[in-house]
């Protein structure tokens, strides 16, 4: 059971059900689920990312890697290391989130000799921006100075590193069903039910709108339905009768974005995500959305709105079509486990705490294998440590 919204968090919840109930008015009574999780998320002062609340962290809805600790941070800074001190340039974080990355990052960069020209942070949370400036305000003034927060996508091209740590699972996304052989597009609409014994559970509910929010099918438009049929033609096999799941066309242009503004050196994205032919598996017939509250994970969308983040695994292989087609090389796509062996996490582990910590970051049931690395990198040839234990390109 998940824990009840606050006062505070029901009041929000019921604004941005407001929204997107108007959305949904002005569009004849049906959105497409992008649509939605994109209002839910990101809809100016309201949505998820863009208004207040602890999101990360104790106390928030989700922990990533860089918060279980900064053995994570330091591993890689020292991969960061490796381009730097042959191309020099700066850093670029895409959601930085509490700023705990970026401190450990530096702070280790510097016991390096390596430091970035500048440290950029591009971050849509408020609230987040304003976590990270106090955390890098207790850096050395000679690190805390190099960090530089951006509205937007730098306007000229950057030498240097381009870090994104769990921002590609949160770019909105399609949902689709095959039912009968055809592909509809997943959608929400509203509950206009008369039963009033489901008028008065609605009623009862914390927040009230959100209960009115349902799951609906339409059928698929133009784009929607090529994009499908490039995922599904170089699949090794048939989908079952009434296959649900997710499809990202927003990769494409969010990597020939970071694409535009990188000169030379790497692009390092981190996420929990699969090769196209094991997400896209008979077996995973649900697909991969899943949402986060207060440290749980369920798969309704439709509850919480505003207040719980919502996210889908990577189809790793669209982020190497889309790589290729920016003309980005992908270098290196390993696990986060292999990666962090590969630039020696198991020497930096000095006592129980940090073995318990490493021990999260790499088993398999943990952060380990679920979580990927993927090196994009433009004109730098040269080896990159944290590829060095594992290449998994050929299931690319």
């Not at 790499?362 to 040269?382: I, Q, S, V, Y």
Request: net charge negative.
């Amino acid at each position: 059971m998940l824990p009840a919204l606050t006062t505070e968090e029901a009041r929000h919840s019921r604004a941005v059900s407001r929204l997107i109930r108007e959305r949904l008015d002005a569009a004849g009574g049906w959105l497409p689920f992008e649509a939605f999780m994109e209002l839910a998320l990101y809809a100016p002062g309201l949505g998820y990312y863009t208004a207040g609340g602890t999101k990360i962290g104790r106390g928030g809805d989700f922990t990533t890697a860089p918060e279980v600790s900064d053995l994570f941070s330091q591993c890689v800074a020292r991969q960061c290391s490796e381009v730097l001190e042959r191309g020099g340039g700066s850093i670029l974080e895409l959601g930085a989130g509490t700023g705990r990355m970026a401190a450990a990052v530096l702070a280790t960069l510097g016991s390096l000799g390596a430091l970035p020209e500048r440290y950029y942070v591009l971050e849509v949370s408020a609230d987040l921006r304003e976590r990270q400036r106090a955390r890098i305000a207790q850096l050395p003034a000679g690190l805390r100075d190099r960090v530089v927060w951006l509205d937007a996508l730098p306007e000229h091209a950057l030498r240097g590193v381009i870090l994104a740590n769990e921002v590609l699972d949160a770019l909105p996304c399609q949902r689709v069903v095959i039912r009968d052989g055809q592909v509809s597009a997943l959608g929400v609409g509203i509950d206009i039910s008369t039963n009033a014994e489901n008028q008065a559970r609605a009623a009862a509910e914390v927040g009230g709108a959100n209960a009115r929010f349902v799951e609906r099918a339409m059928p698929a438009d133009t784009d929607l339905l090529n994009a499908w049929r490039a995922v599904a033609s170089g699949l090794p096999f048939e989908l079952p009768e009434s296959y649900r799941t997710e499809i990202c066309t927003r990769i494409e242009p969010w990597i020939a974005s970071l694409g535009d503004c990188l000169e030379s050196g790497l692009v390092l994205l981190f996420d929990y995500g699969l090769p196209r032919a094991h997400y896209y598996h008979p077996q995973r017939t649900n697909g991969t959305l899943r949402c986060h509250f207060k440290q749980r994970a369920h798969d309704n969308p439709f509850i919480n709105v505003g207040v719980q983040d919502i996210t889908a695994w990577v189809d790793f292989t669209r982020v190497a079509e889309a790589a290729d087609a920016a003309g980005l090389q992908v270098h290196g796509f390993a696990t986060q486990a292999a990666f962090l062996l590969g630039l020696g996490i198991e020497s930096r582990v000095s006592d129980v705490r940090l073995a318990s910590e490493a021990r999260q970051l790499l088993m398999p049931g943990e952060m380990g294998e679920a979580f990927k690395a993927m090196a994009l990198t433009r004109h730098f040839d040269e080896p990159l440590s944290g590829f060095s234990v594992q290449d998994l390109r050929h299931s690319l």
